[in-house]
């Protein structure tokens, strides 16, 4: 078993619709949590981090912890085409390092 | 300000060959990272340091691998000799102490043939 898993996509979603990224994660000592944005070619790019269980807004962006459910979402409202592009869950350990699932593309259709 | 630069961009070698892969955190970023993806595969932790010291090289593959940050700054990451499994794209990843926020660079696309 990974310990992060991400559905690979694509994930296709007209634009100004939602997209809904998914991720669970096996390590129940992460305490972080981090999405991450990565471009073709180019490198990740940090989105937003969690800690706490619930919601965390950040503009178009919501992320979403349940720790006893051991499973971390991305939302991303009025999807553009610009948000095309592989999104990475990964969780925070000791020193901060990470471990990342494998991705999950998204597609946004004008 | 300058973000996280590594240089070179591509290398291609001949399994066998010796590579360094070098990367310049963002000035004043006590954290320094190293990542690995191999094609088809997630990217992956391989080694962290805190100014010069190694804080954790849990990631590193093998003895092939040597990373390095003298002074604290720059850091460098040696493959001797290189085969073919090593190939795939090293990122480094920088951050400020006591900030989760990691800045990645570009990567190095090393292919060994």
């Known amino acids: 078993q990974k310990e992060v898993e991400q559905n690979s996509g694509p994930l296709s979603v007209p634009e100004g619709a939602i997209a809904s990224l998914n991720c669970t994660y096996s390590d129940r000592g992460s305490q972080s949590f981090f999405w991450y944005r990565q471009y073709s070619g180019k490198s990740p790019e940090l989105i937003m981090f969690i800690y706490s269980n619930g919601d965390k807004e950040d503009g178009r962006f919501t992320a979403q912890l349940n720790k006893a459910s051991q499973y971390v979402s991305l939302l991303i409202r009025d999807s553009q085409p610009s948000d095309s592009a592989t999104y990475l869950c990964?969780?925070?350990?000791?020193?901060?390092?990470?471990?990342f699932g494998g991705g999950t593309r998204v597609l946004v259709k004008p | 300000e300058a973000g996280v630069t590594q240089f070179p961009s591509h290398s291609v070698i001949e399994k066998g060959q010796t590579v360094t892969l070098r990367c310049d955190p963002i000035s004043g970023h006590d954290n320094l990272y190293w990542y690995r993806r191999v094609m088809g595969k997630e990217i992956k932790f391989l080694l962290h340091?805190?100014?010069?010291?190694?804080?954790?090289e849990s990631g590193m593959p093998n003895n092939r691998f040597l990373a390095e940050r003298t002074g604290g700054t720059y850091s460098t990451l040696k493959v001797q000799p290189a085969e073919l499994e090593d190939s795939g794209v090293y990122f480094c990843a920088s951050s400020q102490r006591g900030d989760p926020e990691q800045f990645f660079g570009p990567g190095t696309r090393l292919t060994v043939l």
């Open positions: 340091f805190v100014k010069e010291s190694k804080q954790d």
């Open positions: 990964a969780g925070g350990g000791a020193g901060n390092k990470l471990t």
